[in-house]
């Protein structure tokens, strides 16, 4: 079998409004694939340190996987949470990128939005820090399936760094650069 050792780490989210995150990730891969060590998904701490609207995670991401076919190539999944001081904590961004189809080293920027409302009181209470929208299927947000129903806006991003290592894909006809 042709095996993918995904070592990295989630290290920052950026440009979001909200002064305290935490992001949580995981990793969505198709039925081809198979994860034999590490965990597929994860959580950062929270991050209150702010500098100029940059939140430091440093959560350490460490997944071997193998397949036996490319469909369903893995992807990375975010979702950015914000947390007030009550400790309440709400969505302000989702977003997904594939896994680089390249071995090495690999900074991945995922750019998220968020779900968004027309009303005007809806607004006030994010503006506020006291709430947001969340999904009701995680899945929408990288299946896209049902997507396009939702009222959306841009939000920050989210950056990883990730060393891949690929093993016998040469021996499925795969030629990596």
């Known amino acids: 079998m042709a095996e993918l050792h995904i070592i990295g780490e989630l290290q920052t989210a950026l440009d979001f409004e909200e002064p305290n995150l935490f992001c949580r990730w995981s990793i969505q891969y198709g039925s081809h694939w198979k994860a034999v060590e590490g965990h597929t998904e994860g959580q950062s701490c929270r991050s209150t340190a702010r500098i100029e609207q940059r939140s430091e995670f440093g959560t350490p991401?460490?997944?071997?996987?193998?397949?036996?076919?490319?469909?369903g190539w893995p992807r990375l999944h975010v979702e950015v949470y914000a947390v007030n001081a009550l400790q309440q904590y709400w969505p302000v961004g989702y977003g997904?990128?594939?896994?680089?189809?390249s071995p090495g080293h690999h900074r991945v920027r995922i750019a998220t939005w968020k779900v968004s409302s027309a009303r005007v009181?809806?607004?006030v209470r994010e503006k506020f820090h006291t709430g947001g929208f969340s999904l009701a299927k995680s899945d929408i947000a990288f299946s896209g399936i049902e997507r396009y129903k939702?009222?959306?806006k841009t939000a920050g991003t989210v950056e990883l760094e990730l060393m891949l290592i690929f093993k016998n894909f040469a021996e499925y006809g795969v030629e990596l650069r």
């Open 61 to 71: 991401i460490d997944l071997h996987l193998v397949t036996r076919g490319l469909q």
């Open 96 to 101: 997904f990128a594939f896994v680089p189809a």
């Open 150 to 152: 939702l009222l959306t």
């Open 121 to 123: 009181a809806d607004t």
